[in-house]
């Protein structure tokens, strides 16, 4: 608490309310609207914030069940949504816990181990990973699609294919692993190999054990990275069962067949997880993050 | 540059160091039980390479070299690394670096070397497949003409095929089954066809399926249909000679590859598809910078993606910065359900958010434009004027981005002194005072490397202009699509993707794009490292 308080300051309290409420209304806006598009009769409806006439129509659609309108109609889901936000967890907790895996012994190497090249392999490592993954699609279509001729798990329409395509985007999460592991001090470790200790035994004994914060925050950094990638997905998943969250929602939203109610409620249906995961971690996620950026 | 740690993971961190010291304890006493038995590794690295080698085999047996290649040259350092002593080092680093290596620097290498080909829809296979093509190539002979009768016995098929030339010469296939599946059947000199013979319009009905039936006569003459009446001997077209030149067996004509176009000529000079990627140098880098029609939109679209950058970093780091001086601000209580609320659009993922604006923002029936309708009497054509479209993705884009900065930037601002404005406070200073000649000085040094690697990621922020606009509306005049809101990698993407499919311009163009990041990221490095050098 500061000790020299300026005199009007409960004027500059209010002020700055009004204006963060102001703000936070813009901000909100495009969650409010898609709520309420969410319940309103039909996919061309327009009206006011809270719905005229409700109806669970676009709900029963995105939850798969056969929806019967006031006409008697009865109208079937269009897309499997469910399936694609099982396939988008499926994929992103495989490729999160690959990562983690990855990412921590690398950045153990890298924070700890003495060897040659280090500090040009990570120079050289902080650049590549400047190479958008958009651009080496033609490479990874060839590649799943040869591969594929070879191992059929691991070909084009296939999850593993997608989950490995995913690995090469590590640099920035052994970044941040490293920066914890420099944080914590040596002598834990010096004093195992006193003991006898391997390396392999000091890190998976006594830095891993310590170091679980910031292996949460990558784990939940990739999750919402690999749950958020589309590109890739798009190019190397075709067939509808198979499609992951962020390919198959824009399938609402095409031109001449424009399901902007279904959308909201697919929309509000799967971001919802995603956000509150986010939400819950974001302690740890805000520390994670300025960490990170502090160090580069 | 440090920050005042965490003072809750810091006393977690304290328990769990006293734990592991005991963990420690009884740890040593397991060492060296631990240290023996390199049985099973050497076995699991055996086995691991078997697999791999059996995959190169194969791939390499499919006419690959790099694929095959890439993947025995990391085998081999692999097996190094983990059965050696020297390599003890990079057992830790060697499984990130594998990831890296094969997605990361393998598609750039395999993008580099694919601009100096042609590769694209047209040029899509190897000659050796075009080749194969050619030479599976079939015609008909003509010598050998056979008029079809078909009899059927419930779902059971046979044909009855009698020599145009020789009433008597009949042949009888075996029965077999219309299911539209190409398959070959066998016919004997024989009169003896099962069930009812049918008129002309069931074979009619049948022509789909009669057409994938290849009829094997004697096991040497190979028929298959010519017309509705007849089927008719076939045979390949082509044969080879030297230098892969193809000599039409029956005009006596050849065709040769041509390897600078990719196509096979005849002797008029006439492409035959399909074509096969060839080397063409550096052509498709020429075609950037010398051709009107693509250099101008190229030029102009990296201007653009420029702008866009610098504007969207400018943009979230002025607002990121001002919400989280707010956001530290002591009298304002209620701070922390703000913050929430702020960092919010942070958390719902990008490719929700963007189509729900894509939805907002429609002209006809979004409610923005109702909204401004109803407030202004306007309605902006965000989708089809290129300013309008341009703003509109600036919004979107800071929407998006300020949370992020907010977030840096509240982490950083803990770490100013609070005597530093104590005394400014003393002085009389009010809050621009302070935000300009204590606050910004002292975020300078640590947000410079945020901001460049915020830049290089708004410079391929592909996700957002594809979801968004699609890179429209187009450019008028281009020889290949380009639109006014397209940054470089859109553009790239629908020139390998969309439009045309030219796969070598696309890595070409690509190519150029890593150059530019990845200048922009080693300048990063080198401003990170002088920033933490003092």
Same mark, same amino acid.
């Not at chain 1, 676009?58 to 939850?63: I, N, P, R």
């Not at chain 1, 008697?72 to 999160?96: A, C, E, R, Y």
């Not at chain 1, 990562?99 to 700890?112: C, V, W």
């Not at chain 2, 094969?102 to 100096?116: A, C, D």
């Given at each position: 608490?500061?000790?020299?308080?300026?005199?009007?300051?409960?004027?500059?309290?209010?002020?700055?309310?009004?204006?963060?409420?102001?703000?936070?209304?813009?901000?909100?806006?495009?969650?409010?609207?898609?709520?309420?598009?969410?319940?309103?009769?039909?996919?061309?409806?327009?009206?006011?914030?809270?719905?005229?006439?409700?109806?669970?129509?676009?709900?029963?659609?995105?939850?798969?069940?056969?929806?019967?309108?006031?006409?008697?109609?009865?109208?079937?889901?269009?897309?499997?949504?469910?399936?694609?936000?099982?396939?988008?967890?499926?994929?992103?907790?495989?490729?999160?816990?690959?990562?983690?895996?990855?990412?921590?012994?690398?950045?153990?190497?890298?924070?700890?181990?003495?060897?040659?090249?280090?500090?040009?392999?990570?120079?050289?490592?902080?650049?590549?990973?400047?190479?958008?993954?958009?651009?080496?699609?033609?490479?990874?279509?060839?590649?799943?699609?040869?591969?594929?001729?070879?191992?059929?798990?691991?070909?084009?329409?296939?999850?593993?294919?997608?989950?490995?395509?995913?690995?090469?985007?590590?640099?920035?999460?052994?970044?941040?692993?490293?920066?914890?592991?420099?944080?914590?001090?040596?002598?834990?470790?010096?004093?195992?190999?006193?003991?006898?200790?391997?390396?392999?035994?000091?890190?998976?004994?006594?830095?891993?054990?310590?170091?679980?914060?910031?292996?949460?925050?990558?784990?939940?950094?990739?999750?919402?990275?690999?749950?958020?990638?589309?590109?890739?997905?798009?190019?190397?998943?075709?067939?509808?069962?198979?499609?992951?969250?962020?390919?198959?929602?824009?399938?609402?939203?095409?031109?001449?067949?424009?399901?902007?109610?279904?959308?909201?409620?697919?929309?509000?249906?799967?971001?919802?997880?995603?956000?509150?995961?986010?939400?819950?971690?974001?302690?740890?996620?805000?520390?994670?993050?300025?960490?990170?950026?502090?160090?580069? | 540059?440090?920050?005042?740690?965490?003072?809750?993971?810091?006393?977690?961190?304290?328990?769990?160091?006293?734990?592991?010291?005991?963990?420690?304890?009884?740890? %040593?006493?397991?060492?060296?039980?631990?240290?023996?038995?390199?049985?099973?590794?050497?076995?699991?690295?055996?086995?691991?390479?078997?697999?791999?080698?059996?995959?190169?085999?194969?791939?390499?047996?499919?006419?690959?070299?790099?694929?095959?290649?890439?993947?025995?040259?990391?085998?081999?350092?692999?097996?190094?690394?983990?059965?050696?002593?020297?390599?003890?080092?990079?057992?830790?680093?060697?499984?990130?670096?594998?990831?890296?290596?094969?997605?990361?620097?393998?598609?750039?290498?395999?993008?580099?070397?694919?601009?100096?080909?042609?590769?694209?829809?047209?040029?899509?296979?190897?000659?050796?497949?075009?080749?194969?093509?050619?030479?599976?190539?079939?015609?008909?002979?003509?010598?050998?003409?056979?008029?079809?009768?078909?009899?059927?016995?419930?779902?059971?098929?046979?044909?009855?095929?009698?020599?145009?030339?020789?009433?008597?010469?009949?042949?009888?296939?075996?029965?077999?089954?219309?299911?539209?599946?190409?398959?070959?059947?066998?016919?004997?000199?024989?009169?003896?066809?099962?069930?009812?013979?049918?008129?002309?319009?069931?074979?009619?009905? @049948?022509?789909?399926?009669?057409?994938?039936?290849?009829?094997?006569?004697?096991?040497?003459?190979?028929?298959?249909?010519?017309?509705?009446?007849?089927?008719?001997?076939?045979?390949? @077209?082509?044969?080879?000679?030297?230098?892969?030149?193809?000599?039409?067996?029956?005009?006596?004509?050849?065709?040769?590859?041509?390897?600078?176009?990719?196509?096979?000529?005849?002797?008029?000079?006439?492409?035959?598809?399909?074509?096969?990627?060839?080397?063409?140098?550096?052509?498709?880098?020429?075609?950037?910078?010398?051709?009107?029609?693509?250099?101008?939109?190229?030029?102009?679209?990296?201007?653009?993606?420029?702008?866009?950058?610098?504007?969207?970093?400018?943009?979230?780091?002025?607002?990121?910065?001002?919400?989280?001086?707010?956001?530290?601000?002591?009298?304002?209580?209620?701070?922390?359900?703000?913050?929430?609320?702020?960092?919010?659009?942070?958390?719902?993922?990008?490719?929700?958010?963007?189509?729900?604006?894509?939805?907002?923002?429609? @002209?006809?029936?979004?409610?923005?434009?109702?909204?401004?309708?109803?407030?202004?009497?306007?309605?902006?054509?965000?989708?089809?004027?290129?300013?309008?479209?341009?703003?509109?993705?600036?919004?979107?884009?800071?929407?998006?981005?300020?949370?992020?900065?907010?977030?840096?930037?509240?982490?950083?601002?803990?770490?100013?002194?609070?005597?530093?404005?104590?005394?400014?406070?003393?002085?009389?200073?009010?809050?621009?005072?302070?935000?300009?000649?204590?606050?910004?000085? %002292?975020?300078?040094?640590?947000?410079?490397?945020?901001?460049?690697?915020?830049?290089?990621?708004?410079?391929?922020?592909?996700?957002?202009?594809?979801?968004?606009?699609?890179?429209?509306?187009?450019?008028?005049?281009?020889?290949?699509?380009?639109?006014?809101?397209?940054?470089?990698?859109?553009?790239?993407?629908?020139?390998?993707?969309?439009?045309? @499919?030219?796969?070598?311009?696309?890595?070409?163009?690509?190519?150029?794009?890593?150059?530019?990041?990845?200048?922009?990221?080693?300048?990063?490095?080198?401003?990170?490292?002088?920033?933490?050098?003092?």
């Amino acid at each position: 608490m500061a000790m020299v308080q300026p005199r009007n300051l409960q004027y500059r309290v209010w002020a700055a309310r009004i204006v963060m409420i102001a703000l936070l209304c813009l901000i909100m806006f495009p969650f409010l609207m898609i709520i309420s598009v969410s319940f309103r009769t039909g996919n061309f409806a327009t009206g006011s914030l809270i719905p005229d006439n409700p109806s669970l129509e676009h709900w029963a659609m995105v939850l798969g069940i056969p929806y019967e309108t006031a006409d008697g109609n009865i109208i079937q889901p269009t897309f499997p949504v469910l399936t694609w936000l099982w396939n988008s967890i499926k994929v992103s907790l495989t490729t999160s816990a690959l990562i983690l895996m990855l990412s921590t012994t690398g950045a153990y190497a890298f924070a700890r181990l003495r060897f040659r090249l280090k500090n040009h392999l990570l120079t050289s490592m902080m650049i590549l990973q400047m190479f958008p993954a958009v651009l080496a699609l033609v490479a990874f279509h060839a590649f799943f699609n040869k591969l594929g001729g070879v191992v059929p798990w691991l070909g084009l329409n296939t999850h593993s294919a997608l989950v490995m395509s995913y690995l090469g985007g590590i640099t920035m999460h052994i970044w941040l692993i490293k920066g914890y592991f420099e944080s914590i001090d040596v002598a834990l470790e010096e004093s195992a190999y006193i003991d006898g200790a391997t390396p392999w035994q000091a890190f998976r004994h006594i830095l891993l054990p310590l170091s679980v914060p910031i292996l949460a925050v990558v784990f939940v950094l990739s999750f919402i990275g690999v749950i958020g990638e589309y590109p890739i997905a798009s190019v190397l998943l075709q067939g509808v069962d198979k499609l992951t969250l962020a390919v198959g929602v824009k399938q609402f939203l095409y031109a001449q067949n424009y399901l902007w109610g279904d959308f909201a409620a697919a929309a509000i249906l799967t971001g919802m997880p995603i956000t509150l995961v986010f939400l819950m971690a974001q302690r740890y996620l805000v520390n994670g993050l300025t960490a990170g950026g502090v160090k580069g | 540059m440090a920050l005042p740690a965490n003072a809750e993971s810091m006393a977690t961190r304290d328990d769990y160091a006293n734990k592991t010291v005991e963990k420690i304890m009884t740890i %040593s006493a397991n060492v060296r039980t631990l240290l023996s038995g390199n049985g099973p590794k050497w076995a699991l690295v055996a086995l691991i390479d078997l697999a791999l080698l059996y995959v190169v085999f194969l791939l390499y047996a499919q006419g690959e070299m790099l694929f095959p290649l890439t993947l025995l040259v990391l085998g081999s350092v692999g097996t190094w690394v983990f059965t050696s002593k020297g390599g003890y080092c990079y057992r830790y680093v060697y499984p990130c670096l594998l990831g890296i290596i094969m997605f990361i620097v393998f598609p750039l290498v395999y993008t580099f070397s694919i601009s100096f080909t042609n590769y694209g829809s047209a040029n899509i296979l190897s000659l050796e497949r075009v080749k194969e093509i050619h030479l599976d190539k079939q015609v008909k002979t003509g010598d050998q003409v056979y008029r079809l009768a078909l009899y059927q016995d419930n779902d059971q098929y046979q044909l009855q095929l009698t020599d145009k030339n020789d009433s008597e010469n009949i042949y009888t296939s075996e029965a077999f089954t219309l299911d539209g599946q190409a398959k070959e059947v066998t016919a004997q000199p024989d009169t003896s066809a099962q069930g009812q013979r049918l008129s002309m319009r069931d074979i009619v009905k @049948q022509r789909t399926a009669l057409g994938e039936i290849t009829v094997n006569l004697n096991g040497n003459t190979r028929l298959v249909m010519s017309s509705l009446r007849e089927f008719a001997a076939m045979a390949p @077209q082509y044969r080879e000679e030297a230098d892969n030149v193809l000599v039409d067996i029956h005009t006596g004509e050849s065709i040769r590859p041509d390897m600078v176009t990719g196509f096979y000529v005849n002797v008029d000079g006439e492409q035959i598809a399909p074509g096969f990627s060839v080397y063409v140098g550096g052509e498709n880098y020429q075609l950037l910078l010398e051709d009107k029609g693509i250099r101008e939109p190229f030029f102009k679209i990296f201007v653009w993606t420029l702008v866009f950058s610098a504007l969207s970093v400018t943009l979230c780091g002025i607002i990121g910065l001002l919400l989280a001086n707010l956001m530290q601000w002591e009298p304002l209580k209620e701070r922390g359900i703000y913050r929430v609320l702020l960092i919010l659009p942070y958390a719902v993922p990008a490719f929700i958010s963007i189509l729900i604006f894509k939805g907002l923002f429609n @002209q006809n029936f979004g409610e923005i434009n109702m909204i401004l309708e109803g407030l202004f009497g306007i309605e902006p054509e965000w989708m089809t004027n290129p300013t309008f479209a341009r703003m509109m993705i600036l919004i979107v884009n800071t929407w998006l981005g300020y949370p992020y900065m907010m977030i840096v930037c509240m982490g950083l601002l803990k770490a100013i002194l609070d005597d530093l404005y104590e005394a400014s406070a003393i002085d009389g200073a009010n809050p621009i005072h302070n935000l300009l000649f204590i606050t910004l000085p %002292s975020l300078a040094k640590p947000m410079a490397p945020i901001l460049i690697a915020s830049f290089a990621f708004n410079f391929n922020n592909f996700v957002l202009i594809d979801l968004l606009t699609a890179g429209g509306p187009m450019r008028p005049g281009t020889s290949i699509e380009a639109g006014f809101t397209d940054l470089l990698v859109n553009f790239t993407f629908r020139t390998a993707f969309v439009a045309g @499919q030219d796969f070598g311009l696309a890595s070409a163009i690509a190519t150029m794009i890593f150059l530019i990041v990845g200048f922009i990221s080693w300048v990063n490095l080198r401003a990170t490292r002088s920033s933490q050098e003092y």
